[in-house]
């Protein structure tokens, strides 16, 4: 709201990707932006960097997408962890299980891109 008492324009974007997504390009925007006038113009200058560039309508909402992706993200870590130190506990190969635990209904990031147990590669 101050931004507009000075007329200016107040979009966040936060992304998603990580370092690896910057560099190539692959990044997701999460925009808050509530004129869709604004969105165009942010999402030229946006798109060359990213993959996706997604409109979530209003100031902060960029935000709460982000808080809300990271807090599945880490849910999901933590089960991914906790499934694999079982398994290990249990005595079966981690390399093993992750390797069925990405072509299953376990399927997720934490198992087939940053998996959360020394010596396993995505």
């Given at each position: 709201e101050?931004a507009?008492?000075?007329?200016?324009?107040?979009?966040?974007?936060?992304?998603?990707?990580?370092?690896?997504?910057?560099?190539?390009?692959?990044?997701?925007?999460?925009?808050?932006?509530?004129?869709?006038?604004?969105?165009?113009?942010?999402?030229?200058?946006?798109e060359?960097?990213?993959?996706?560039?997604?409109?979530?309508?209003?100031?902060?909402?960029?935000?709460?997408?982000?808080?809300?992706?990271?807090?599945?993200?880490?849910?999901?870590?933590?089960?991914?962890?906790e499934?694999?130190?079982?398994?290990?506990?249990?005595?079966?190969?981690?390399?093993?299980?992750?390797?069925?635990?990405?072509?299953?209904?376990?399927r997720?990031?934490?198992?087939?891109?940053?998996?959360?147990?020394?010596?396993?590669?995505?």
């Amino acid at each position: 709201e101050k931004a507009k008492d000075y007329k200016m324009r107040w979009i966040d974007s936060p992304v998603s990707g990580g370092i690896g997504a910057a560099a190539a390009g692959t990044l997701t925007f999460m925009v808050g932006c509530p004129e869709p006038k604004w969105f165009d113009e942010a999402e030229k200058i946006l798109e060359p960097m990213g993959k996706a560039v997604i409109n979530c309508e209003k100031p902060g909402a960029g935000q709460i997408a982000k808080a809300c992706n990271n807090l599945a993200l880490a849910i999901e870590m933590v089960a991914v962890a906790e499934a694999l130190n079982l398994g290990k506990k249990l005595g079966i190969d981690l390399h093993i299980l992750s390797e069925i635990m990405k072509i299953s209904s376990s399927r997720c990031w934490s198992i087939d891109t940053y998996p959360p147990a020394p010596g396993l590669n995505p």
